[in-house]
């Protein structure tokens, strides 16, 4: 992760890549680590499978693309950056979103080869839950990947970068929750609910993807930050979440640079590249690069 942000920083100040470009790699490197729930590593459906959501949105011109449902596609996240860019539609959901992603070349693999031991095990207890006579409504809800004790932190993927040029972007990408059933969308690939860009802001969203869709809740922060500034924003989004079942949480930057990453989950590996400055954590506690620990 710190490699990663040091890497893309750079290149970003360089004025190599632009924002898009960056949250695009950011999140295609993390499809590609088997831990994070999303590319090889997704969590499991109900029927033991892979299908995978992403959604990219550009501020300047809120060009955004989201793909739904995807079982081939290496990486969700190229086929939203190839889709927004071609302008029309938004959204393209199964298996033509995967024939999409192949024609501009994005990487096909067989679906089985998305799923880690680790996932196939959550998916065995999930299922064992799910089969026991007398299991709780709790036992049987799909899990969230962020809670699993036996794999903290390690969930949903999202970037937000703020470039050279004072243009932000937003990208996420998942493999929803464990267990979900066939045909669920969650909040991931929903532009304003999982993830949003403007003008001034850019932002994407993790948690119980259903509540994050009833308060469409990445535009509503960006409603917000206009008048309470991005932390009050994320706080008050969080907020309205939670009472629909919504723990989760977020990152997101403004165009003055400002970054907040709250989340209400009991970990969120998270990190932030500032002026060369690379910043890690998973708990509440901040890890810098120079070995100094904050909260
Ligand atoms: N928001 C995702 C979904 O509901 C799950 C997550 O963020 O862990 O599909």
């Given at each position: 992760m710190?490699?990663l942000l040091?890497?893309?920083g750079?290149?970003m100040?360089?004025?190599?890549?632009?924002?898009?470009?960056a949250?695009?790699?950011?999140?295609?490197a993390?499809e590609?680590?088997?831990?994070?729930?999303?590319?090889?590593?997704?969590v499991l459906?109900?029927?033991?499978t892979?299908?995978m959501?992403?959604?990219?949105m550009?501020g300047?011109d809120?060009?955004?693309?989201?793909?739904v449902?995807?079982r081939?596609?290496?990486h969700?996240?190229?086929?939203?950056n190839h889709l927004l860019k071609?302008?029309w539609?938004?959204?393209?959901?199964g298996e033509?979103a995967?024939?999409?992603g192949e024609?501009?070349?994005?990487q096909?693999?067989?679906n089985a080869?998305f799923?880690?031991?680790?996932?196939?095990?959550?998916w065995?207890?999930?299922?064992?839950n799910?089969?026991r006579?007398?299991?709780t409504?709790?036992?049987?809800?799909?899990?969230l990947?962020?809670?699993?004790?036996?794999r903290p932190?390690m969930?949903?993927v999202?970037?937000?970068a703020?470039?050279?040029h004072?243009?932000?972007?937003a990208a996420?990408?998942?493999?929803?929750m464990t267990?979900k059933?066939d045909?669920r969308?969650?909040d991931?690939?929903?532009?304003?609910?999982?993830?949003?860009a403007?003008?001034?802001?850019?932002?994407?969203?993790?948690?119980?993807?259903?509540a994050?869709?009833r308060?469409?809740?990445?535009?509503?922060?960006?409603?917000?930050?206009?008048?309470?500034?991005?932390e009050?924003?994320?706080?008050?989004?969080?907020?309205e979440?939670?009472?629909?079942g919504?723990?989760?949480?977020l990152?997101?930057?403004?165009t003055e640079?400002?970054?907040?990453l709250p989340?209400q989950?009991?970990?969120m590996?998270?990190?932030k590249y500032e002026?060369g400055i690379v910043?890690v954590?998973?708990?509440p506690e901040?890890?810098r690069?120079?070995?100094?620990v904050?909260s």
């Open positions: 710190e490699a040091e890497d893309l750079q290149r100040a360089d004025g190599e890549i632009n924002a898009l470009e949250v695009t790699l950011a999140v295609e993390m590609n680590e088997p831990l994070f729930n999303a590319g090889i590593g997704s459906d109900a029927a033991g892979v299908t959501d992403a959604s990219i550009r300047e809120r060009a955004a693309g989201a793909v449902n995807l081939t596609s290496q969700p996240i190229r086929v939203a071609q302008g539609p938004v959204m393209i959901v033509a995967d024939v999409f024609k501009q070349g994005v096909q693999i067989d080869d799923v880690t031991e680790l996932r196939q095990a959550q065995e207890k999930w299922n064992l799910t089969l006579p007398g299991a409504d709790e036992d049987d809800e799909a899990a990947d962020h809670d699993l004790e036996d932190g969930g949903t999202g970037a937000v703020l470039d050279i004072g243009h932000v972007a996420t990408s998942t493999g929803g267990g059933p045909g969308v969650g991931t690939p929903i532009i304003g609910a999982g993830t949003w403007d003008g001034s802001v850019a932002i994407s969203c993790t948690g119980v993807g259903e994050f869709i308060t469409c809740a990445a535009r509503t922060m960006a409603f917000h930050h206009t008048s309470m500034g991005l009050d924003a994320a706080e008050a989004v969080l907020d979440v939670a009472p629909l919504g723990r989760g949480g990152i997101a930057v403004d640079g400002n970054v907040v989340f989950t009991m970990l590996y998270r990190g002026a910043d954590a998973v708990g901040w890890e690069n120079d070995g100094a904050s």
